[in-house]
């Protein structure tokens, strides 16, 4: 598929450990509760899931999210994210520099 969505983190996303993604790129994601794998640079390929929201969008949270987020305290309001579809279960995670 190879779409791509730049996510700007928040602080409640380091708080919480999940990323938001918005209502606008819903229809690239699977649907709720769905397994997926998450692929990184350095912890390698991390399982998580999607969860939606009606009203602001989606995010993925738990599971590799938040070993990600822990392997990373460098993060902070601001940074950028990018998050590549590979396909429907298969996503790739980067911090953009």
């Known amino acids: 598929m190879g779409k791509i969505i730049i996510i700007t983190l928040q602080p409640a996303y380091m708080k919480y450990f999940y990323i ?8 690239w994601l699977p649907v709720e509760g769905t397994k997926v794998q998450i692929q990184t640079d350095d912890l390698g ?6 969860y939606p929201s009606e009203e602001d969008g989606p995010g993925i ?4 999210v938040r070993q990600w987020f822990k392997a990373h305290p460098e993060l902070k309001k601001g940074n ?9 279960k298969k996503y790739r995670l980067e911090i953009i520099k």
Not at 45 to 50: A, C, D, G, Q, R
């Open 61 to 64: 949270h738990r599971g590799g």
């Open 20 to 27: 938001h993604i918005p209502a606008k790129f819903k229809d």
């Open 45 to 50: 390929v991390l399982e998580t899931s999607f």
């Open 80 to 88: 950028e994210v990018r998050i590549t579809v590979i396909d429907p």
